[in-house]
Structures are given as structure tokens and as C-alpha cells.
């Protein structure tokens, strides 16, 4: 009887890690991502001079991943931010937004609240006007903690810039933002 359960739990854990081994040696390849509920952001140049705010970090999702390509870029604004109200309306957000950076923009509505991880903050979308402007439209979105805030601008190709905003609002409340946000401003 023990010799019967011994070879039973030998072939288990065999076919358990014959299992496990297969899964790992034919893993799902990278780009089949784009059927995956997560967006694949990858790191990329920040595009712009230097200003009086400095270098921020820019990241991209590939329209496999996100549906449309997006290109983001993030910049903390340190003691911009009013300490008692934050961003608390569509004033403050395109005051404290970096939409400059891209050129010349028009509203496609009014913005609304919004919140990542313990900061609040405000996101709304825009049109880009410029010629040679790098997409047709964007959303903008700046979060703030005290007087430290983050200007956050996903850039699309899209005429539809509501539909990239939860994936960036997902990935600004993520681990790569956060923690970047964390350092930057010190909390």
C-alpha cells in the first residue's frame, strides 16, 4: 500500500513540474500583450529642452498594447501647486498642466477629478492645433501631494483621447510612476 501511494505522489509531482516546466519554456510571447488587460509601457527619450521645471521622463505603449500608440510624459513642478485647494479646477489644470510643451491646444470639454493612488487631482482632454504637432489630441492630467504636483500628458493619434485615459490613469497609479513620483517628491 505505501509503495502504491509513494509511486501516485512521484507521478503527481512529476507531472506537476513536467506541467510547470512547459509553461514556462512556451510562455506567452511579449507581443501577445496587446490581448492582455495591462499595457506594456516602455521607457523612452524626453523630447524637450530643458526649462525651468528640468527633464522630466517620458514612456510610450505601442498601439498593440493600448489600443493606440501613446506617448506620456511626466514632470513634477515642485511647490507650483496651491498647498490648500490642489488642483481643484479646469484653471488650475491648464495653468498647471504642460500642454505648452506640445504647442497650441483646444479643450474638448470640461475636465473632471480624478484620483491616483492617495493624490487628487484633474484630467482633461485636448485638441493639438500645432502643425507638426506629435498627435491630433491629448490628455492632460496633473495630481498633486501638499504643494508638489505631477504634470502628467498622453499624447494620441487618437480623435478619441477619452479612451487612453484609464489606461494612463492605470499606469500613473502603478509601480514604475510611483515610485519615480515618490522620489521626486520626496514622500
Given amino acids: 500500500m505505501m509503495r502504491r501511494a509513494a509511486?501516485?505522489?512521484v507521478a503527481a509531482i512529476s507531472l506537476g513540474s513536467a506541467l510547470a516546466a512547459s509553461l514556462v519554456w512556451l510562455h506567452v510571447?511579449?507581443?501577445?500583450?496587446?490581448?492582455s488587460a495591462t499595457p506594456v509601457w516602455h521607457e523612452v527619450t524626453w523630447?524637450?529642452?530643458?526649462?525651468?521645471?528640468?527633464?522630466?521622463?517620458?514612456?510610450r505603449?505601442?498601439?498593440?498594447?493600448?489600443g493606440v500608440e501613446v506617448t506620456l510624459y511626466l514632470r513634477a513642478k515642485i511647490g507650483f501647486c496651491n498647498c490648500t485647494t490642489g488642483v481643484a479646477d479646469d484653471e488650475d489644470l491648464d495653468r498647471m498642466g504642460d500642454t505648452v510643451l506640445l504647442g497650441?491646444?483646444?479643450p474638448r470639454g470640461s475636465g473632471h477629478p480624478i484620483r491616483i493612488a492617495s493624490m487628487n487631482g484633474r484630467s482633461r482632454a485636448y485638441t493639438l492645433n500645432s502643425r507638426g504637432a506629435p498627435g491630433k489630441t491629448l490628455v492632460s492630467v496633473v495630481y498633486n501631494?501638499?504643494?508638489?504636483?505631477i504634470a502628467a500628458t498622453a499624447v494620441t493619434g487618437s480623435d478619441r483621447p477619452e479612451t487612453i485615459e484609464p489606461r494612463v490613469i492605470e499606469f500613473l497609479g502603478g509601480s514604475?510612476?510611483?515610485?519615480w513620483a515618490e522620489v521626486t517628491l520626496g514622500l
Avoid at 61 to 66: G, M, R, V
Avoid at 145 to 149: G, I, L
Avoid at 176 to 179: F, R, V
Fill in 7 to 9: 509511486a501516485i505522489a
Fill in 61 to 66: 505603449c505601442k498601439a498593440a498594447d493600448c
Fill in 176 to 179: 514604475t510612476a510611483m515610485h
Fill in 47 to 59: 523630447p524637450f529642452s530643458i526649462d525651468q521645471w528640468g527633464k522630466g521622463k517620458a514612456f
Fill in 29 to 35: 510571447p511579449r507581443h501577445a500583450a496587446a490581448n
Fill in 145 to 149: 501631494e501638499r504643494c508638489d504636483m
Fill in 104 to 106: 497650441e491646444v483646444s
